[in-house]
């Protein structure tokens, strides 16, 4: 198990970092199927979602494909309305609220597969949109219990954003949320940290060599299509939870 859980992270890693996400909501399952205990398996994933995360947006600063004018303003307030989502969540039925989102990720998906002629993608959004994304995405991340960047990546998708753009802001959203939860197991002892170990250095390493492949190698074209992939499997996902 030991040699397969390294192939496992890094390959899906890779994939879902060329999005500028985190793998956790396909390599948790992956991993129970290998045999890992569920609580070893989310709590391995949540890290291997921090350390991609950063290793991509390192990639991406280095690189100098970081857009800080872009991203800070959706991540500054995404963090400042997940605590108020999380609030609301208590009195609004999560299935509702759900099936919504699943709505909202199948129009998007849509939206995104219109030919490139027709759909080219915005260079730059004005700051307040930027704002009112990162407002909208940090209430529904908290309403809905998700990581920011499985959100924040349809909105600017919906809002005319390049995706090789969108796919730089997102990494730097994961971290913080996924890196509290992992936290919260550590303390409650639900840790295995052979499996962290084998599953995050592979992930560490695919997440910079993720950013360098889908800025340097993939066309506008492929980076829609792997878009439009990842974000049908969170719709999936989503239908799944809450049936």
Known sequence: MNIVIP???????????????GSAIALIPILVILGVPFTYARS?????????????????????FFKPKIALPVIISSIAFAPIGAFVSISIPSKIVGFAFVSFLIFVVIT???????????EKIS??????????SGFLS???????GGV????????????KIAITVTPLSVPFSSLTS???????????????????IPAMISGYLAGYVAHRKLKLATVRKILV??????????????L
């Not at 908290?142 to 920011?148: A, H, I, K, T, Y």
């Not at 924040?152 to 995706?163: A, E, Q, R, S």
Request: charged fraction near 5%.
């Open 7 to 21: 192939v496992v992270s890094f390959t899906v890693s890779f994939v879902f970092a060329l999005c500028g996400l």
């Open 152 to 163: 924040i990546l349809p909105l600017l998708l919906l809002f005319g954003m390049n995706p």
């Open 44 to 64: 391995a994933g949540l890290f291997v979602n921090v350390v991609t995360t950063l290793s991509v947006t390192f990639y991406n600063i280095q690189s100098g």
């Open 229 to 242: 992939t990842i974000l049908l499997l969170i719709a999936v996902r989503f239908i799944l939870k809450f």
């Open 112 to 122: 995104t597969t219109l030919p490139i002629g027709r759909f080219k993608g915005k």
């Open 142 to 148: 908290g309403l809905l219990g998700v990581g920011g």
């Open 127 to 136: 700051i307040p949109i930027l704002i009112f994304i990162g407002a909208l």
């Open 182 to 200: 992992f936290i919260t197991y550590v303390h409650l002892g639900g840790v295995d940290w052979e499996v962290i170990v084998f599953a995050s």
